[in-house]
């Protein structure tokens, strides 16, 4: 468990907090996006006008 105190000192933390943060919001951004394509191409393949 020595790796496990190496990972939770402050000044490690201070790096992997925000780094997770950003690496999160681009994560769930990403799934966003391909869940309203998949809807988009659903609609396009039931005859359904995606824009309207």
């Keep these: 468990?020595?790796?496990l105190d190496?990972?939770?000192r402050a000044d490690?933390?201070?790096l992997l907090i925000p780094?997770?943060?950003i690496v999160g919001?681009?994560?769930v951004a990403?799934?966003?996006a391909h869940h309203?394509?998949?809807?988009r191409i659903e609609?396009?393949?039931q005859g359904i006008d995606p824009d309207s």
């Design 43 to 45: 609609k396009i393949k």
């Design 1 to 3: 468990m020595d790796w």
């Design 6 to 8: 190496k990972i939770l």
């Design 30 to 32: 990403a799934l966003k």
């Design 25 to 27: 919001a681009f994560s």
């Design 12 to 14: 490690v933390l201070a």
């Design 19 to 21: 780094i997770f943060a």
């Design 36 to 39: 309203r394509h998949q809807e």
